[in-house]
């Protein structure tokens, strides 16, 4: 029969081949549509379910002495994590998972349960996460563990973990990391960014069972630097162990020791106690100080042994020499209608050595009388007070030298004497650094040199030194600290086979609660040693204490530059005379009296010449302008707040809101902080901050 001759079997024919084009029209349509119109849309939603791109975690750089011995490195460690959406059984994989790595069975169930926050989702199933860590940085042991089950829902990722072979060595000078590796202490988050080098980026083909096929390199790993630091870990090891066991011995609250090159700035050594272990976290509860680095970012009232610098100035700026007399008034000075006593022993007139040697507070103040206010804080500040060291550590402080208009009229007393002004160990060690190695002010240094991987290494540039000190004063200097070790405050310090100078100091302790200066104090000593040509400066500070800088630090100050010059090969400049040193009588004298830090309201508007209870002194004393008065504390000075548990965004801004400065150590929540909440804040003064 012909088709066409029957129409109703032409027109389905027509149709079918209507309804055949309009399908295959659609088809194309569809095929235009997915290939051209949304090309760029779907090719990015088959990489991501095809291919993944993960970071290839970088290996910080290391961390070496002087000597290249290791201070701190990373190795890759196994961290595991699940996708809760695969699992077979949650409870069948919280317990394999909690006895291998061990985790509380059931905190990983509850984890694995909790459902992922998304508004979009509503079934239970689809609102689960996709990724959750298990537990991160696991041992070899619970790797090897882990990998030999086999199971094809866990998988590994390796992450770079910090690792301090020395333990509790140096560690506010070295620093910590954190869990994900950023530093947040010392060198470690100084240098974060040089040592952390840059992850690479790795393009990973997988299967639909996420099982890897090929991978590509997208950015290849840039290992961080490591770093070669002016450290030396055997005295450093020393200046610890001396200074734990001195702060132990005398109930101190906290102390620090630094041991420098005076030549060069280098850092030998620089101890804090209390110390702590960096490859342990933070305990709940820690006490903040302890990761203070009490030598560099802690000041503290200095007391007598600042009158190296009172006796310096008078030799480098004044006709004063070291036998020049001084009038010390049998221990009596009549100052603007005040009586000054010495802490102990009354002198009469003493040759300018020996004010030094016994450390006469009344001494001191004539020779500041002679320099005069203004030549007195211009030999403060150029001997390095008052202003960053610029070590490449968090937080380092400036202490506290307050201008000529913040001056009392009793101020150049107590400058001379050591009060009135706050300093670091670091500030204390730099400043005998000037008269050991013959005049120079120094930048410390504490990084030696730079190696990137693959690299030569590449020595760390210095600064060029700051002459502040005339030769023959510094000469002239040295003599007289040697006398202070040999017959003055200083016996205990006397080291043998080798000889030293130095001066010992003792500052009262200012409690702010109670607004006056206690029984307790900031006893030091800095020297050097040997006195021809100074190899190593030791300063030596603990805080707290009941005793005298020539009982308490001078000890810790023999005995640590002692072994640094034996481990350094420093030949020796005398025969060995071992003796019962630690029995030799200590001159109390080294005691600064604090009480001209607070000078009452009602002094008279003019000041008044100096009386002096016996003969007149050999020069006239000026006569001091009329300065501003410290008034007592009245209450109204600002308070310093409490910025416990606070962010460090809401720390910032009501620091700025309140016009307090502060210097911020790690980052999280501010645990600790110094001075505490609520304590009264000094001009200058900076708040610090310790964040976790």
């Not at 991978?215 to 070669?228: D, N």
Request: glycine share 8%; with cysteine.
């Amino acid at each position: 029969m012909d088709v066409r001759s029957n129409p109703k079997t032409t027109t389905r024919l027509f149709m079918l081949a209507g309804a055949a084009f309009v399908w295959a029209f659609l088809i194309f349509w569809r095929l235009v549509y997915l290939q051209v119109a949304c090309h760029e849309t779907l090719l990015r939603e088959a990489r991501r379910q095809q291919s993944e791109i993960t970071e290839a975690p970088a290996l910080r750089g290391a961390l070496f002495d002087r000597l290249g011995r290791l201070l701190a490195k990373s190795l890759l460690a196994d961290s595991v994590y699940v996708s809760p959406r695969q699992l077979p059984d949650d409870g069948v994989a919280a317990d394999l998972l909690s006895g291998v790595l061990s985790l509380d069975r059931d905190q990983l169930l509850a984890r694995i349960q909790t459902p992922m926050r998304c508004p979009g989702c509503h079934r239970p199933r689809e609102s689960r996460r996709g990724f959750l860590w298990v537990k991160r940085k696991i041992s070899p042991s619970e790797s090897e563990r882990l990998r030999s089950l086999n199971l094809k829902w866990v998988r590994f990722a390796q992450e770079s973990e910090r690792h301090y072979p020395n333990g509790a060595l140096a560690p506010h000078a070295i620093g910590t990391v954190d869990f994900d590796g950023k530093g947040n202490l010392g060198l470690e988050q100084t240098l974060d960014r040089e040592l952390a080098g840059r992850p690479g980026l790795v393009e990973v083909l997988q299967d639909v069972q996420e099982r890897a096929i090929r991978s590509r390199v997208i950015r290849p790993v840039e290992h961080g630097t490591s770093l070669t630091v002016t450290l030396d870990a055997g005295i450093q090891f020393v200046a610890e162990r001396e200074l734990r066991a001195a702060a132990e011995a005398h109930h101190a609250d906290t102390g620090s020791v630094v041991v420098l090159r005076p030549g060069t700035g280098e850092v030998l050594a620089m101890a804090s106690y209390p110390s702590f272990d960096p490859n342990l976290l933070p305990e709940p509860g820690e006490p903040g100080h302890l990761r203070f680095n009490h030598a560099f970012s802690v000041p503290f009232e200095l007391g007598s042994v600042l009158k190296i610098v009172t006796v310096a100035a008078a030799l480098d700026a004044t006709e004063l020499r070291p036998d020049s007399r001084i009038q010390c008034g049998n221990g009596r000075l009549n100052l603007f209608g005040r009586v000054i006593h010495e802490a102990h022993q009354g002198y009469g007139v003493l040759p300018l050595t020996d004010v030094l040697v016994f450390s006469s507070n009344i001494g001191a103040i004539q020779t500041g009388m002679k320099l005069g206010d203004r030549l007195l804080l211009e030999y403060v500040r150029r001997m390095g007070f008052g202003k960053r060291a610029g070590l490449p550590l968090p937080a380092e402080s400036p202490g506290t030298v307050r201008d000529l208009k913040l001056w009392s009229r009793t101020s150049i007393a107590s400058v001379a004497m050591g009060h009135e002004i706050s300093a670091t160990t670091l500030q204390l060690a730099r400043a005998c650094a000037v008269i050991a190695n013959g005049g120079f002010l120094v930048r410390p240094r504490l990084v030696l040199r730079r190696q990137k991987p693959g690299s030569k290494p590449v020595a760390e540039p210095a600064e060029p030194p700051q002459r502040v000190l005339k030769p023959e004063t510094a000469i002239m200097m040295r003599q007289m600290m040697e006398g202070v070790v040999l017959r003055g405050t200083g016996k205990r310090a006397r080291l043998d086979g080798y000889t030293s100078g130095g001066k010992t100091g003792t500052g009262q302790v200012y409690d702010p609660r109670l607004g006056r200066h206690t029984s307790r104090y900031n006893s030091s000593y800095v020297g050097f040693a040997p006195v021809t040509n100074p190899a190593v400066v030791v300063a030596v500070t603990l805080n707290g204490v009941r005793e005298f800088g020539g009982v308490v630090a001078a000890p810790v100050f023999r005995q640590v530059a002692t072994e640094a010059l034996l481990l350094l090969d420093v030949p020796k400049d005398l025969p060995e005379t071992p003796g019962d040193v630690e029995r030799e009588p200590v001159m109390a004298d080294d005691l600064a009296i604090a009480e001209l830090s607070t000078p009452p309201a009602d002094l008279p508007a003019a000041p008044e010449p100096v009386k002096l209870a016996a003969a007149p002194p050999l020069f006239p004393p000026p006569v001091l302008p009329a300065a501003p008065v410290t008034p007592r504390a009245t209450g109204s000075e600002p308070q310093v707040p409490s910025f416990a548990g606070k962010s460090l965004r809401s720390v910032l801004e009501e620091a700025l809101a309140r016009g307090v400065p502060v210097d911020v150590l790690g980052s999280g929540i501010a645990r600790a902080q110094m001075p505490p909440g609520g304590s009264p804040l000094a001009p200058g003064q900076r708040v610090r901050v310790e964040f976790r």
